[in-house]
């Protein structure tokens, strides 16, 4: 049998680069533009975040690599924190769901302006996201496919705005964004990292197989560094171009920056093709990331962490149940989060709010995978470089708490308070009744 041909160093860096440039970078300029172009200093330190994790997580593949990923290495810290992180992982799964809804909701305002306002975005995003629930029952496994196809689609504008909008560049433009937030620098900052790591959410799923690969124990931690590095690149590049191409004030309120950036480098034309482009790209990735959800919870019913239901299978093996309760739980939220914004706002400031959520949840699934990556190496010269990515890694999911306000802050909290809870009561359901 002839041997498989195993990928390199390079094109490995590319698979990693271009799985992470999805369509979470899509909705981030508007946002941005409410914080000003100083958010580069956020990419920045974002940037050497996600690094570090990357790291962190290329180096546990290689080395302890375990089925579960990040739930088996916080199992390995501590059995409540690895059922902890089950529950939070699953949650920012599907609330981050509800995020790439609103992105395809935003970019289609091209088309239909009023999805631009947040109660007739609130109420597509929930049409959309019940509409990707029933082709998901009924087997849609066809939407994974199509979802290569619209990461394509949807990295045109995003590559070629970082590439090619530095002609229309204004220095002059850029300076007068710098701090448009209304707080200090500092401040400004930090709230800017949360916006930015959503970007790189997904880090540690970007060490691909090992056995793809020639040299894993080389290659995967390298090329999962660069991969993430490159796509950082094009993600600071786009931003900030976009940043010195026109005012704050437009940008923040535009529904599909991209398609605003493509119109003025090609042409009016542009606006509507990239603006469809990406509302596929964002339709796509929400139905291969609903069957995700749907196999994440009946993988949790399964181990004992979640209720029977949510691991009741069809005889086509589809949680239908499990999917149903995801998409009742993405209903409230997003009814709840709309109400919240209605009387200002538009559509990117839904998906700043969600991103905000999803991204807090992943906080202490990534925290424990770096310091059980310090457990597993320990605290020596010969593994320095498991010792300061780990520290990193822990030093920016400190950071990244610090730009949450207080509500996001106390909620996340309080989930995670409230899942130990449910653990102290399997485990007290498990234990031998004494007389």
Known sequence: MADVKKIGLIACTGVVA?????????????????IGSIAIYGWIIALIGAISLAYVYARLATKNPQ????????????????FQTGVLYY??????????????VS?????????????PAGIACIAIVWIFTFVNMLGGTWVSRLTTIGLVLVLIPVVGT????????????????WNTSGQGSYKAIISSILLCLWAFIGVESAAVSTGMVENPQRTVPLATMMGTFLAGIVYIAATQVIAGMFPAHVMASSGAPFAVSASTM??????????????????????????????????????????????????NGIPKK?????????????????????????????FGELTGIAVLLTMLPYFYSCIDLIRFDGVNLKNILSLIASIFGCVFCFIALMGANSFELAG????????????????????PVSN
Not at 91 to 104: F, M, R, V, Y
Not at 414 to 424: D, E, G, K, N, P
């Open 107 to 119: 970019y289609l305002s091209t088309f239909f302006p009023i999805l631009n306002n947040p109660i």
């Open 412 to 431: 996340t909290f309080i989930i995670s308070l409230i899942i130990l809870m449910f653990y102290c009561r399997k485990i007290g359901a498990k234990a």
């Open 162 to 177: 970082a590439i090619a909008g530095w002609y229309w560049f204004s220095p002059e433009t850029y300076m007068a964004n």
């Open 18 to 34: 271009g799985n992470m440039m999805g369509s979470g970078i899509a909705l981030l300029p508007a946002n941005l533009a409410s």
């Open 67 to 82: 089925e579960g990923g990040p739930i088996a290495y916080a199992g390995e810290v501590s059995p409540a924190f690895g």
């Open 266 to 315: 090609v042409g009016g034309w542009a606006a509507a093709a990239v603006s469809a482009f990406t509302a596929f790209a964002c339709l796509t990735s929400l139905g291969s990331w609903m069957m995700l959800v749907g196999q994440a919870g009946a993988r949790a019913a399964h181990d004992g962490n979640f209720p029977k239901v949510y691991g009741e299978m069809d005889k």
């Open 322 to 350: 499990g999917l149903f309760l995801a998409s009742i739980k993405m209903t409230i939220l997003m009814v709840l989060i709309t109400v919240m914004n209605a009387s200002s706002g538009n559509a990117s400031d839904l």
């Open 91 to 104: 949650h920012a799964n599907w609330i981050g769901n509800l995020a790439i809804g609103i992105t395809a």
